[in-house]
């Protein structure tokens, strides 16, 4: 098949969460399958090009461009995805990328993501590509099945091309003012646009997505549910009700080239169900790194994530506190995010020094050594589209805790303790009830060792690879193909 991948976000060139890693290993994936695959992402200033071979496109220079009244060019490179034999594209725009940071605040947000939405078709039509699936993840591409059914139409190379809006996160929308329109630039295609929200002098690039895109997809069957109700919709729910059956979810995978505690080359020790010395020993290491002065024996808890409230935190508040005075756990946090979670933890480790470590801030190798150190992993996620970290943490050995929502409920299976099946512990409401029951439960599971060596060898075992996750995207892609 030939498949179009257009991303913001592409581990590990620019990432900010999840949908770098799935854009990155989904699009390996798939060329690894023998597919024809080309992906598009923007040439950021952040992305660290030392070490990378860029390679520009000769016919795909200083290519003019207007959107609205601006009249520039894009140029277009291409480079090895480091590690992979993947070759991606690199859309360059120096004054719309060269911001400091993959998202901005900027009063031309909307530009710079119509440029990667209105570049992509473009690239293939220079290219001579005529993609039979065109995959566009998250509202930063929302524009994309609109452009292909509008201003490109005319193009008999997309006669075939069937467009695929993933929604990685609802929560994200690219919601702008209706000021933007004219830099749509849809020529008289106005009307295609959601007229209630045009009226209400709002253009959402998610809904647009929605409304033109032959196929959605999610990143969990859970939470292509969830996303049809009220509760979890964001407001898009009537509109992916009136779609369901356009909507499939398909849990994202892990991608094993980096995340295996048999191989990872980033934590100190490796490790395998089979022989979990290298475990302990990086245990052992993550406390000293991180000063945490408890027994080697004491549960260690950790948290790896972006601090904002889809994430649970709220919860923590009293709840933390209260377990970390009573029980001798350890806990071990890398984010950053929102002030007042960053405070939060900064506080707490405070407060319990040398029981609590946070780290504030991005760092991969500490995010590996975290998920091969930690006893469990704490997940309590308002919501949670897919998750990926909960899915490391079943691979590493490190018993996730999780509320029972997204992709966490469709990963993580309930211990049974007399049975000795499950491998994480889940909690269903939202509430601190909910959170403090999940949190006792498991560190008195934590207690009962043999019980627990064997929880911890049931999620070692199950299987998240993108060899099985991807086959599904491969599936959805040739029924669309064949459906039409
Ligand atoms: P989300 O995309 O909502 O942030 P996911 O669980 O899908 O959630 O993916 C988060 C990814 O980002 C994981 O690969 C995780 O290891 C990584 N990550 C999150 N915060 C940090 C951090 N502070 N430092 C390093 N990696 C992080
Ligand atoms: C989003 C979601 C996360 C998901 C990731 C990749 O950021 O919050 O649950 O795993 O995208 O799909």
């Keep these: 098949m030939k498949i179009f991948q257009a991303t913001a976000e592409l581990t590990p060139l620019a990432k900010t969460g999840g949908l770098a890693?799935?854009?990155?290993?989904?699009?390996?994936?798939?060329?690894?399958?023998?597919?024809?695959?080309?992906?598009?992402?923007?040439?950021?200033?952040?992305?660290?090009?030392?070490?990378?071979?860029?390679?520009?496109?000769?016919?795909?220079?200083?290519v003019p461009i207007s959107i609205g009244s601006r009249h520039g060019h894009y140029s277009v490179d291409t480079v090895q995805l480091p590690g992979t034999g993947l070759s991606i594209y690199l859309l360059r725009s120096p004054d719309l990328y060269h911001r400091g940071s993959i998202y901005t605040q900027h009063f031309d947000e909307h530009r710079r993501f119509i440029l990667l939405c209105r570049a992509c078709p473009e690239i293939c039509q220079r290219m001579g590509f005529a993609p039979d699936i065109f995959h566009c993840h998250d509202w930063h591409t929302g524009l994309i099945p609109l452009y292909l059914r509008t201003i490109y139409a005319w193009d008999q190379l997309f006669a075939r091309t069937r467009s695929i809006m993933t929604i990685h996160n609802i929560g994200y929308q690219g919601m702008f003012s209706s000021d933007v329109l004219p830099d749509l630039d849809l020529n008289g295609f106005e009307g295609m646009l959601h007229q209630d929200d045009l009226r209400s002098g709002v253009i959402n690039f998610l809904k647009t997505a929605l409304l033109h895109a032959h196929h959605l997809t999610t990143v969990s069957p859970s939470y292509a549910r969830e996303i049809q109700t009220d509760a979890y919709g964001m407001g898009l729910q009537h509109l992916l009700r009136g779609r369901r059956d356009s909507l499939t979810g398909i849990l994202n995978g892990v991608d094993h080239h980096e995340w295996d505690p048999a191989t990872d080359t980033l934590i100190p020790f490796n490790y395998t169900a089979m022989e979990l010395a290298g475990k302990r020993a990086c245990k052992r290491a993550l406390m000293s790194e991180l000063g945490l002065t408890g027994e080697i024996d004491q549960p260690l808890l950790g948290m790896v994530t972006r601090l904002t409230s889809q994430k649970g935190l709220d919860l923590l508040h009293s709840v933390l506190p209260e377990i970390l005075s009573r029980r001798p756990v350890m806990l071990a946090v890398l984010g950053s995010g929102e002030p007042r979670y960053e405070h939060f933890f900064g506080e707490l480790q405070h407060r319990f020094p040398g029981q609590v470590c946070f780290y504030r801030g991005y760092n991969n190798r500490l995010a590996h050594w975290i998920e091969a150190g930690s006893d469990l992993f704490l997940m309590p996620s308002l919501y949670e589209p897919s998750g990926l970290n909960q899915m490391y943490s079943l691979k590493y050995g490190t018993v996730p805790v999780v509320r029972e929502t997204g992709g966490l409920a469709d990963s993580v299976q309930q211990i049974n303790?007399?049975?000795?099946?499950?491998?994480?512990?889940?909690?269903?409401?939202?509430?601190?009830?909910?959170?403090?029951?999940?949190?006792?439960?498991?560190?008195?599971?934590?207690?009962?060792?043999?019980?627990?060596?064997?929880?911890?060898?049931?999620?070692?075992?199950?299987?998240?690879?993108?060899?099985?996750?991807?086959?599904?995207?491969?599936?959805?892609?040739?029924?669309?193909?064949?459906?039409?």
């Design 21 to 62: 890693d799935v854009s990155a290993a989904l699009s390996l994936h798939l060329q690894r399958s023998g597919h024809d695959v080309r992906v598009v992402m923007p040439f950021y200033d952040t992305i660290d090009v030392s070490g990378l071979d860029i390679v520009p496109v000769d016919y795909l220079q200083e």
């Design 417 to 484: 303790p007399q049975r000795g099946t499950g491998t994480g512990v889940l909690f269903r409401d939202y509430d601190e009830t909910g959170l403090r029951w999940a949190l006792e439960t498991a560190l008195d599971l934590y207690a009962n060792r043999t019980l627990w060596m064997q929880v911890m060898r049931n999620g070692m075992a199950q299987d998240f690879s993108w060899q099985r996750q991807g086959a599904q995207y491969e599936d959805l892609y040739r029924q669309l193909m064949v459906r039409g």
